[in-house]
């Protein structure tokens, strides 16, 4: 019977009609199948493709006569209601509906939860006066016991102001709970089964944190709070043994008692300076991922305490406690692939930051491990960067707001794909041996205001304001890769004025509130654009294909044309895009 099945099937695939109707079908799915926002009944009704439809946002009041339930295609599994002055009564949640996302005007909704099918809820809570559902249909939402459906695998609470007790949430299926906003937790009250927990981020009177506070299954646990206050840990203080990833802000770190064995991510910044206590029980740790705030790397004979197995490494900073020492050989672990040296925007940057401890980066010294792909020196940077010392597979290459010193010949990586400039002001001639290394500079185009072959790749400067005219990019021939995605004004593009007639480009990325047309006819050689949220126009020219005499066809030049990419959410582009394009759609 198998062998049958499997015959018809590959028959049926060969089919090249079936084959086009059902990659048709997964075409449109693949585009409609996202978040999707309306603001009227009518429009959900009279939407095209609405049976491929999975997320919805309702931005308008629903009542019970409107029988919504009715009306909602079963292949809907989410709905949110994002706007605070709408109703959204239902007169029951349909049992296809999966994940719901509500504010606290929603009360007639609240009281149908438990009898629900839901996996996945969210509630956003306001100032309003509080309340027990229970006991009323005016201010808040409190969760009580038996209140939540037996099926809810993730919830989260935005601006909760009511204490989580005891039996409150004693859902066993709960995996991840997310409280956004000052909220008391009771021990045992969280249940067993959670896995998954965040606390912040407007927290100005952390929780006691006690044994037994936290279920033992817990493997993802974020505290966070204001920058004024910090969670305290108690001495000798254990957190789950199940944790892999762990993201507090403290007022000490040196009295964790023991760092859990599976952990592999840890995102920790600390008010007191010693964070080497930390580092040595981390050290023997097969810690992937690490983000603390700290001024030493080292012991007292001079070795790294950095975890061997580490990936990613960003150094935070806190007022004077950052790091700012020289690196030399062996600092850094050698499977790092991400760098950052982060700065809080608060504190002068040429003070605070990491600047090598005030030395240049010179090739004897072998500091950046040949793993590293990314590396962002922060805002306090300022010191050379020698030939050699920069590793070969750097992909990203970030020089912060005061960065000012010569790019030398050969110091950049020739497979390096973005080399960004945060100083407005830089001004020296940027020397690359790829001309295809993408450069993230506000004056770089300066460089080839005379030199119409030598500009392959070019992005616009988030901080240009003028005309694109003044770009003079108009002339530039062998000009492949055009990114607009940092240029905020609509302007209408003029071939012959800010693009040759006849030009190159293979990839053009554009951003809102970019809404004018895009003709291929004039892109010829584009094979991917790439539109983000902005909102374009895609047209191109037809031309008549001749089956035989009596049989003429027009058809579409797509020219190069392989790829669009766009936001999953950037529903207005998609909804006036021809459909002759969805074949080229990719979501992000």
């Given at each position: 019977?198998?062998?049958?099945?499997?015959?018809?099937?590959?028959?049926?695939?060969?089919?090249?009609?079936?084959?086009?109707?059902?990659?048709?079908?997964?075409?449109?799915?693949?585009?409609?199948?996202?978040?999707?926002?309306?603001?009227?009944?009518?429009?959900?009704?009279?939407?095209?493709?609405?049976?491929?439809?999975?997320?919805?946002?309702?931005?308008?009041?629903?009542?019970?006569?409107?029988?919504?339930?009715?009306?909602?295609?079963?292949?809907?599994?989410?709905?949110?209601?994002?706007?605070?002055?709408?109703?959204?009564?239902?007169?029951?949640?349909?049992?296809?509906?999966?994940?719901?996302?509500?504010?606290?005007?929603?009360?007639?909704?609240?009281?149908?939860?438990?009898?629900?099918?839901?996996?996945?809820?969210?509630?956003?809570?306001?100032?309003?006066?509080?309340?027990?559902?229970?006991?009323?249909?005016?201010?808040?939402?409190?969760?009580?016991?038996?209140?939540?459906?037996?099926?809810?695998?993730?919830?989260?609470?935005?601006?909760?102001?009511?204490?989580?007790?005891?039996?409150?949430?004693?859902?066993?299926?709960?995996?991840?709970?997310?409280?956004?906003?000052?909220?008391?937790?009771?021990?045992?009250?969280?249940?067993?089964?959670?896995?998954?927990?965040?606390?912040?981020?407007?927290?100005?009177?952390?929780?006691?944190?006690?044994?037994?506070?936290?279920?033992?299954?817990?493997?993802?646990?974020?505290?966070?709070?204001?920058?004024?206050?910090?969670?305290?840990?108690?001495?000798?203080?254990?957190?789950?043994?199940?944790?892999?990833?762990?993201?507090?802000?403290?007022?000490?770190?040196?009295?964790?008692?023991?760092?859990?064995?599976?952990?592999?991510?840890?995102?920790?910044?600390?008010?007191?300076?010693?964070?080497?206590?930390?580092?040595?029980?981390?050290?023997?740790?097969?810690?992937?991922?690490?983000?603390?705030?700290?001024?030493?790397?080292?012991?007292?004979?001079?070795?790294?305490?950095?975890?061997?197995?580490?990936?990613?490494?960003?150094?935070?900073?806190?007022?004077?406690?950052?790091?700012?020492?020289?690196?030399?050989?062996?600092?850094?672990?050698?499977?790092?692939?991400?760098?950052?040296?982060?700065?809080?925007?608060?504190?002068?940057?040429?003070?605070?930051?990491?600047?090598?401890?005030?030395?240049?980066?010179?090739?004897?010294?072998?500091?950046?491990?040949?793993?590293?792909?990314?590396?962002?020196?922060?805002?306090?940077?300022?010191?050379?960067?020698?030939?050699?010392?920069?590793?070969?597979?750097?992909?990203?290459?970030?020089?912060?707001?005061?960065?000012?010193?010569?790019?030398?010949?050969?110091?950049?990586?020739?497979?390096?794909?973005?080399?960004?400039?945060?100083?407005?002001?830089?001004?020296?001639?940027?020397?690359?041996?790829?001309?295809?290394?993408?450069?993230?500079?506000?004056?770089?185009?300066?460089?080839?205001?005379?030199?119409?072959?030598?500009?392959?790749?070019?992005?616009?400067?988030?901080?240009?304001?003028?005309?694109?005219?003044?770009?003079?990019?108009?002339?530039?021939v062998n000009l492949e890769y055009l990114d607009m995605s940092s240029f905020v004004y609509n302007e209408?593009?003029?071939?012959?004025?800010?693009?040759?007639?006849?030009?190159?480009?293979?990839?053009?990325?554009?951003?809102?509130?970019?809404?004018?047309?895009?003709?291929?006819?004039?892109?010829?050689?584009?094979?991917?654009?790439?539109?983000?949220?902005?909102?374009?126009?895609?047209?191109?020219?037809?031309?008549?294909?001749?089956?035989?005499?009596?049989?003429?066809?027009?058809?579409?030049?797509?020219?190069?044309?392989?790829?669009?990419?766009?936001?999953?959410?950037?529903?207005?582009?998609?909804?006036?895009?021809?459909?002759?394009?969805?074949?080229?759609?990719?979501?992000?």
């Amino acid at each position: 019977m198998d062998h049958h099945n499997d015959t018809l099937f590959f028959k049926l695939w060969k089919n090249k009609y079936i084959n086009r109707i059902i990659f048709n079908h997964l075409k449109l799915f693949n585009i409609f199948y996202q978040w999707r926002q309306f603001s009227s009944l009518q429009s959900l009704i009279e939407f095209k493709y609405k049976y491929y439809l999975n997320e919805i946002d309702i931005n308008f009041s629903v009542d019970h006569q409107d029988c919504l339930e009715s009306i909602l295609p079963t292949n809907i599994t989410k709905i949110s209601n994002t706007d605070y002055s709408s109703n959204f009564n239902l007169k029951s949640i349909p049992p296809f509906i999966e994940s719901l996302y509500i504010t606290q005007n929603d009360i007639p909704i609240f009281k149908l939860l438990n009898k629900s099918s839901i996996k996945y809820l969210t509630i956003v809570y306001s100032s309003k006066k509080k309340t027990s559902y229970l006991n009323g249909n005016e201010g808040l939402i409190e969760i009580v016991k038996d209140s939540l459906p037996d099926t809810l695998i993730e919830l989260t609470l935005i601006r909760y102001p009511f204490k989580i007790k005891k039996d409150t949430i004693n859902n066993t299926s709960l995996k991840k709970l997310v409280v956004d906003g000052y909220c008391e937790v009771e021990l045992q009250s969280l249940p067993e089964s959670l896995e998954n927990l965040k606390l912040g981020d407007d927290q100005s009177n952390p929780i006691k944190l006690e044994p037994d506070l936290f279920p033992n299954n817990l493997k993802e646990l974020s505290l966070y709070c204001n920058p004024y206050v910090r969670y305290v840990i108690p001495d000798n203080f254990e957190f789950p043994d199940q944790l892999v990833r762990l993201e507090i802000t403290c007022d000490d770190s040196s009295t964790i008692a023991a760092i859990p064995p599976n952990l592999q991510s840890i995102e920790i910044e600390s008010k007191k300076l010693n964070q080497s206590m930390l580092l040595t029980k981390l050290k023997s740790r097969n810690i992937k991922s690490l983000t603390l705030n700290t001024r030493e790397i080292l012991d007292i004979n001079g070795k790294s305490i950095l975890p061997n197995s580490l990936e990613y490494l960003n150094f935070k900073y806190m007022g004077s406690l950052n790091y700012n020492q020289q690196l030399l050989l062996n600092h850094l672990p050698p499977t790092l692939k991400h760098l950052c040296f982060d700065l809080n925007s608060n504190f002068t940057t040429s003070t605070y930051g990491f600047n090598n401890g005030g030395y240049p980066l010179i090739k004897n010294e072998m500091v950046f491990p040949s793993s590293l792909t990314y590396i962002n020196f922060g805002d306090s940077f300022n010191t050379s960067i020698g030939v050699g010392v920069l590793p070969s597979g750097l992909k990203r290459l970030i020089l912060g707001e005061i960065f000012n010193k010569e790019i030398i010949q050969d110091s950049i990586p020739y497979n390096l794909e973005l080399l960004k400039i945060r100083n407005r002001y830089y001004d020296k001639t940027i020397k690359l041996n790829n001309p295809y290394t993408l450069v993230d500079s506000s004056k770089y185009y300066r460089q080839f205001e005379k030199d119409t072959e030598g500009l392959r790749t070019f992005k616009v400067p988030s901080d240009y304001t003028r005309s694109l005219e003044l770009l003079f990019l108009s002339n530039k021939v062998n000009l492949e890769y055009l990114d607009m995605s940092s240029f905020v004004y609509n302007e209408t593009f003029v071939p012959g004025r800010d693009i040759p007639l006849n030009n190159n480009i293979k990839t053009l990325a554009l951003c809102y509130p970019f809404s004018d047309t895009i003709d291929l006819e004039v892109f010829q050689n584009l094979e991917h654009l790439i539109i983000n949220d902005a909102q374009a126009k895609i047209v191109t020219s037809t031309y008549d294909q001749y089956h035989n005499e009596n049989n003429k066809k027009q058809d579409y030049n797509f020219y190069k044309l392989k790829k669009i990419t766009t936001l999953s959410t950037n529903s207005i582009f998609l909804d006036q895009l021809d459909e002759i394009f969805y074949q080229f759609i990719k979501l992000i």
